[in-house]
T-cell receptor, first 113, second 108 residues
Framework: NAGVTQTPKFQVLKTGQSMTLQCAQD?????MSWYRQDPGMGLRLIHY???????DQGEVPNGYNVSRSTTEDFPLRLLSAAPSQTSVYFC????????????FGQGTRLTVV | GIQVEQSPPDLILQEGANSTLRCNFS?????LQWFHQNPWGQLINLFY???GTKQNGRLSATTVATERYSLLYISSSQTTDSGVYFC??????????FGSGTRLSIRP
């Protein structure tokens, strides 16, 4: 049972480049979400999804797009990378509803130069 | 929405000491988890504890849901316990809510 898998673990981008951070879970969880964590800070919600075909914005959605075409995958797209998007990105998943336990991926460390 | 407050924000201890970290939440919750973020940035799931008490080695946690708080106990601290400890719950809209964290530093 792999849990929540994020790829890549590390990435360096040039300003203006685009890329997709991958997140996959094999637990049939309805709820998936993306967070960014800046140095010395807590995690801030970027986007989340409560099921295939349904996504919504979190606290800091600007500069990021998501889609949820399957239950298993929830990719995060950076359309035109900026140095302000240098951060560590975490993906999480859980069953929807009361009492759910959250599972997190290992994180993706992104540097935009 | 639900507010999650953690205390203390920072804690510095000598190896071998015991510590208690606290998490207060503003409304009743059905989910409460404790995570340890180690110095390499990994989020490690310590406890899923919406109520009651659980123990895992030197760590234990207690959640008193009726009084809206949870405690994480670390006994005989080791340097590998250093990092940030987060208390996590859910909002009614199924959003994961993080507390602000307690940064624990264990000195050898």
């Amino acid at each position: 049972n792999a849990g929540v898998t994020q790829t890549p673990k590390f990435q360096v981008l040039k300003t203006g480049q685009s890329m997709t951070l991958q997140c996959a879970q094999d637990m049939n969880h309805e709820y998936m979400s993306w967070y960014r964590q800046d140095p010395g800070m807590g995690l801030r919600l970027i986007h989340y999804s409560v099921g295939a075909g349904i996504t919504d914005q979190g606290e800091v959605p600007n500069g990021y797009n998501v889609s949820r075409s399957t239950t298993e995958d929830f990719p995060l797209r950076l359309l035109s990378a900026a140095p302000s998007q240098t951060s560590v990105y975490f993906c999480a998943s859980s069953y929807a509803g009361a009492g759910a336990e959250a599972f997190f991926g290992q994180g993706t460390r992104l540097t935009v130069v | 929405g639900i507010q999650v407050e953690q205390s203390p924000p920072d804690l510095i201890l000598q190896e071998g000491a015991n510590s208690t970290l606290r998490c207060n939440f503003s409304d009743s919750v059905n989910n409460l988890q404790w995570f340890h973020q180690n110095p390499w940035g990994q989020l490690i799931n310590l406890f899923y504890i919406p109520s009651g008490t659980k123990q895992n080695g030197r760590l234990s946690a207690t959640t008193v849901a009726t009084e809206r708080y949870s405690l994480l106990y670390i006994s005989s601290s080791q340097t590998t316990d250093s990092g940030v400890y987060f208390c996590v719950t859910y909002s009614s809209a199924s959003k994961i809510i993080f507390g602000s964290g307690t940064r624990l530093s264990i000195r050898p």
